[in-house]
Antibody, heavy 120, light 106 residues
Framework: QVTLKESGPGILQPSQTLSLTCTFSGFSLSTYGMGVGWIRQPSGKGLEWLANIWWDDDKYYNPSLKNRLTISKDTSNNQAFLKITNVDTADTATYYC????????????WGQGTLVTVSS | DIQMTQSPPSLSASLGDKVTITCQASQNINKYIAWYQQKPGKAPGLLIHYTSTLVSGIPSRFSGSGSGRDYSFSISNVESEDIASYYCLQYDNSWTFGGGTKLELK
C-alpha cells in the first residue's frame, strides 16, 4: 500500500526558507522508474506543479520557480524534500507530495497535504 | 513551457446530466493528458491518464478523448458524489495543470 505524508513548519515569515519533508511507504526511491513530485495549491485556487525527483537523482523544476527550488531525497529513510528560498505571502498554500513513475508520468498517489502560511 | 487552458471555470449541472470539460494545450501534447477529481479539503485523485485510460475502480461514466492540442473530459449521468473540482494535467513536456473546473449542482 502506497502512502505519502507531508510535513512542514506551518507558518514562517517572509524572506525565510521553507523546508518540506515527504515521508512515504509502499515504494522505494531506489527502485528504477520511481519518483516523487511536489505540487502546491493556494486556498481556493488551482494546482501548481513545483518539482520532481527520480530514482536516479534526476530532477525537474517548474521554470517559473526554478531559481528558488531545491528538491532532494533520502532513499534509506524513504523521504523526499523540497526547499523554497525567500518565501513571500504568495507562497502560502497547501503543499502536496505525490508518487510518479517513469513511463506513466502522472501523479497517481498523493499525500494529504500540509498547509504553509507565510506571514509577518 | 506548455500552457493548459481549461474551460469552463465552473459548471452547473443537474443529477443525470452529461457534462464536458475541455483543456487546450499551447502545443501538441501527444495524448499525454490526465484528469483529476478533487473534493474540498482532500488531495486530488487520478481518474484518467493517457487521454482516455480509466484508472482501475473509476466508474465508466467518466471518459476522456482528444488528440493534438485539444482534449475533453466528460461525466455522463452526473451523480451527487461527482460534485467536485476537476483538473487536467499535461505530462508530455514537463508537467502543467489546467486552471480547474468547479462542478456544482443546479
Amino acid at each position: 500500500q502506497v502512502t505519502l505524508k507531508e510535513s512542514g513548519p506551518g507558518i514562517l515569515q517572509p524572506s525565510q526558507t521553507l523546508s518540506l519533508t515527504c515521508t512515504f511507504s509502499g515504494f522505494s526511491l531506489s527502485t528504477y522508474g520511481m519518483g516523487v513530485g511536489w505540487i502546491r495549491q493556494p486556498s481556493g485556487k488551482g494546482l501548481e506543479w513545483l518539482a520532481n525527483i527520480w530514482w536516479d537523482d534526476d530532477k525537474y523544476y517548474n521554470p517559473s520557480l526554478k531559481n528558488r527550488l531545491t528538491i532532494s531525497k533520502d532513499t534509506s529513510n524513504n523521504q523526499a524534500f523540497l526547499k523554497i528560498t525567500n518565501v513571500d505571502t504568495a507562497d502560502t498554500a497547501t503543499y502536496y507530495c505525490a508518487r510518479i513513475r517513469r513511463g506513466g508520468g502522472v501523479f497517481a498517489y498523493w499525500g494529504q497535504g500540509t498547509l504553509v502560511t507565510v506571514s509577518s | 513551457d506548455i500552457q493548459m487552458t481549461q474551460s469552463p471555470p465552473s459548471l452547473s449541472a443537474s443529477l443525470g446530466d452529461k457534462v464536458t470539460i475541455t483543456c487546450q494545450a499551447s502545443q501538441n501534447i501527444n495524448k499525454y493528458i490526465a484528469w483529476y477529481q478533487q473534493k474540498p479539503g482532500k488531495a486530488p485523485g487520478l481518474l484518467i491518464h493517457y487521454t482516455s485510460t480509466l484508472v482501475s475502480g473509476i466508474p465508466s461514466r467518466f471518459s476522456g478523448s482528444g488528440s493534438g492540442r485539444d482534449y475533453s473530459f466528460s461525466i455522463s449521468n452526473v451523480e451527487s458524489e461527482d460534485i467536485a473540482s476537476y483538473y487536467c494535467l499535461q505530462y508530455d513536456n514537463s508537467w502543467t495543470f489546467g486552471g480547474g473546473t468547479k462542478l456544482e449542482l443546479k
